[in-house]
C-alpha cells in the first residue's frame, strides 16, 4: 500500500496508486471482518491529533482506530482554544513538540492549504495524516468513501457517480480522483454555479479521458438520478466563502443555499436503479440541508454506514503504516 | 558594462543589463545565498551605468566563485528579472553566457514567489518550495498546496 518504508505519510489522495487504493480496501475489509484480531496491533504507538479546525467525525474517528488498534490518542487538541497557537506559536513549532512528546503518527487538521505536506517537511519520525487542509484535500474521507462503495457496489468501475452541492469548497468530492484510476466510471456535477466543481479539477479529467458532465438547473436531478449508481452530497461551506456581509457573500448565501437540494420526492420521481446509493461526507447542515430527513425513509441512504466505515478505514490506513502486510503476501 | 568592467574579475560572476533598481535586490540575494553559507567573496554593485542596450542598467560582480547552474541564487535572480544576461569568467575571460531564465533549477526554494493560492501555508509560516514546469514562462506548482501560476516576484529584499 505505500510504497517504500521512508514515506508513510497520508498527505494527498494522488500519492496513492490504483493497486494501493486496493490493497487499501483489502486491508480495511479484513480489518472490518475481525477487528478482535488487530486489537494489540499497534500497541506501545501513539497519536497525536492536532485540530487547528472544527471537526466532529474525523477527530473521534482517527482516536477511536487508534485504540481498537492497541494504540494510545491522547496527545494533542481539537480546538486552538487554550492552547499556544493563540500565542502566535508557529505550526512548525507544534509539530516539533509533540514529535519530542513521542507521537508516532500525528493527525493533522489545519485551515491553510498545503499545511500536510509542509508538515511532512518538518518532522522526522512521526507519519503525518492529512485531517484536511484549509480547501485542498481531505484524502482519509476519500479513502474510507472508496471503501464505503465497493463493499456496497462490490465493484470501484463503471459506476456513475453524481457530486451535487457545494463542489468548489468540499473538499470531499475529490473523491473523483482516486474514482478516475478506475475503468469506466463517469461523473456529473449538479451545483450552482458559484460552487461548482473546481475548473482544476475538470482540467485533470479530460487531461485523462474521463467522462463527466455538468448541470446547474435542479429540474434535471430525477433524470440524473434514474442513470446512477451514486450520488454523493456536498453540504454549502459557508464557512469558506466569501464573508457575511460582502456583496459576493450574500449573493452568495441567497443564490446557492437550497439550490440543489436532494429529496425523497426527488428519488420517487427518478425510480432509480437496485443498487442507487446516497453518499454525504456529514455533517448535514440541518438549518439548509442538502439532502432532506426524508431521504432516510428511503433504501437507499447509506451516509451513516459512511460514517461508521470511517473507523475501518482509518483502521486501515493506521495499521498500513505500521505493518507490511502487503509485502508479506 | 564595458569590456574593462568585465575584465576586472578574474574568476567570478557577473550579472549583467540588471534593470536600475534590481542591482542591490539582486546583490543581496547573492549575499544572503553564498554568505550564508560561511563564504565572504566580494560582491560589488554597479547602479544607473549608462547601456547601448537599455539606456540605464545595474549590474552585479561576484568575485572568486561560481554560482552553479539551477542554484537557489540563480533561480531566485530568474524570478526577479528573467533575463539578466549571467556571464561566468575564468582568468579574465568570459566562458559561458546565458539568461536567469536558463539557469533556473528543476525546484525553487525560495519566499521571493507569493503562492498563487493565496491560502497557502507558503504565503504564512513555510518557506515557498516551487517545482518549475516551465522555465520560459516561469511557470511553477507549488510543493505544498500543488496549485500551478507564473511566478512573480514579490517585491521582497
Known amino acids: 500500500m505505500f510504497r517504500g518504508k521512508d514515506n508513510r505519510h497520508v498527505v494527498s489522495i494522488h500519492d496513492f496508486s490504483k493497486d494501493d487504493i486496493l490493497d487499501f480496501v483489502d486491508i480495511t475489509q479484513r480489518i472490518k471482518e475481525n477487528h478482535a484480531g488487530y486489537s494489540a496491533a499497534l ?77 511532512t517537511d518538518i518532522v522526522n519520525g512521526p507519519w503525518i495524516i492529512n485531517g484536511g487542509d484549509g480547501n485542498n484535500e481531505h484524502p482519509t474521507q476519500n479513502m474510507m468513501d472508496i471503501f464505503t462503495i465497493n463493499e456496497k457496489q462490490g465493484r470501484l468501475d463503471g459506476l456513475t457517480v453524481i457530486f451535487f452541492g457545494d463542489l468548489r469548497y468540499g473538499r470531499t468530492t475529490r473523491l473523483v480522483y482516486p474514482l478516475s484510476l478506475f475503468d469506466g466510471n463517469r461523473f456529473v456535477f449538479l451545483a450552482h454555479p458559484a460552487v461548482s466543481m473546481p475548473e482544476h479539477v475538470k482540467e485533470y479529467l479530460r487531461n485523462r479521458n474521463v467522462e463527466f458532465d455538468e448541470f446547474r438547473d435542479p429540474k434535471i436531478f430525477p433524470d440524473l438520478v434514474h442513470e446512477a449508481d451514486i450520488a454523493y452530497g456536498s453540504r454549502n461551506q459557508e464557512e469558506r466563502w466569501p464573508r457575511e456581509g460582502t456583496t459576493e457573500g450574500d449573493l452568495m448565501r441567497r443564490e446557492v443555499i437550497n439550490s440543489v437540494v436532494l429529496t425523497k420526492a426527488v428519488i420517487k420521481r427518478a425510480c432509480p436503479r437496485e443498487n442507487f446509493m446516497v453518499m454525504h461526507p456529514l455533517p448535514r447542515d440541518m438549518r439548509a440541508p442538502c439532502i432532506t430527513d426524508d431521504v432516510k425513509e428511503t433504501p437507499y441512504c447509506w451516509y451513516d454506514e459512511q460514517a461508521e466505515n470511517g473507523v475501518y478505514a482509518r483502521m486501515g490506513i493506521l495499521y498500513s503504516q505500521f505493518h507490511d502486510w502487503w509485502l508479506d503476501e | 558594462m564595458s569590456d574593462k568592467a568585465v575584465r576586472a574579475i578574474r574568476f567570478g560572476m557577473v550579472l549583467d543589463h540588471i534593470r536600475p533598481g534590481l542591482g542591490a535586490v539582486i546583490s543581496n540575494v547573492i549575499k544572503n545565498r553564498v554568505w550564508s553559507e560561511g563564504v565572504t567573496h566580494p560582491v560589488y554593485t554597479g547602479e544607473g551605468v549608462s547601456s547601448s542596450r537599455m539606456s540605464r542598467k545595474d549590474f552585479v560582480k561576484l568575485d572568486g566563485m561560481h554560482l552553479e547552474l539551477g542554484s537557489d541564487a540563480l533561480s531566485e535572480i530568474a524570478v526577479i528579472q528573467p533575463d539578466v544576461t549571467v556571464n561566468w569568467i575564468e582568468n579574465g575571460e568570459r566562458t559561458q553566457k546565458r539568461t536567469a531564465r536558463e539557469c533556473i533549477g528543476d525546484e525553487i526554494h525560495t519566499d521571493l514567489i507569493e503562492c498563487g493560492n493565496p491560502n497557502c501555508i507558503a504565503n504564512y509560516e513555510a518557506h515557498g518550495v516551487y517545482e518549475v514546469l516551465d522555465r520560459e514562462s516561469l511557470r511553477v506548482r507549488c510543493r505544498y498546496c500543488g496549485t500551478e501560476f507564473k511566478a512573480k516576484y514579490n517585491g521582497r529584499l
Not at chain 1, 77 to 93: C, W, Y
Not at chain 1, 101 to 111: E, K, S, T, W
Open chain 1, 43 to 119: 500497541k506501545g504507538k501513539r497519536m497525536a491529533r492536532l485540530f487547528y479546525s472544527a471537526s466532529t467525525r474525523t477527530f473521534e474517528t482517527h482516536g477511536e482506530a487508534m485504540r481498537r488498534l492497541g494504540g494510545q490518542a491522547e496527545l494533542g487538541f481539537r480546538s486552538t482554544e487554550g492552547t499556544s497557537a493563540k500565542k502566535g506559536e508557529s505550526l512548525a513549532s507544534t509539530l516539533r513538540m509533540y514529535q519530542r512528546y513521542g507521537a508516532d503518527v500525528i493527525v493533522l487538521r489545519h485551515p491553510r492549504d498545503g499545511s500536510a505536506r509542509y508538515a
